[in-house]
């Protein structure tokens, strides 16, 4: 099973940066997927979840009309397009799935 996180970087608050997840070694189609994120001194929160589908879709209010969750379930590939972005969302943004989790994607919004 592999999780690999892509899309990170330095971003100006109010700014857009789309997260991808590139996933392999099991079923993606039949998985519910997530991301998460953990802050420096905090610890690791869910961020967005979506079904197997994608027809099913929550976020933590804290991102909430702000963050969109995604999935391509022929290329096997999780999204999270952020907008809006602010300095409290600075964090390493992990996805999830099948029991497995990403090795992160740094986000940093500052001016």
């Known amino acids: 099973v592999q999780l690999v996180e892509s899309g990170g970087g330095l971003v100006q608050p109010g700014g857009s940066l789309t997260l991808s997840c590139a996933t392999s070694?099991?079923?993606?189609?039949?998985?519910?997927m997530s991301w998460h994120r953990q802050a420096p001194g905090k610890v690791r929160e869910w961020v967005a979840i979506i079904s197997s589908t994608g027809g099913y879709k929550d976020y933590a209010d804290s991102v909430k009309g702000r963050f969109t969750i995604s999935r391509d379930n022929v290329k096997n590939i999780l999204y999270l397009q952020m907008n809006g972005l602010k300095p409290d969302d600075t964090a390493v943004y992990y996805c999830?799935?099948?029991?497995?989790w990403g090795q992160g994607t740094q986000v940093t919004v500052s001016s």
């Open positions: 070694g099991f079923t993606f189609s039949t998985c519910a």
């Open positions: 999830r799935g099948n029991g497995s």
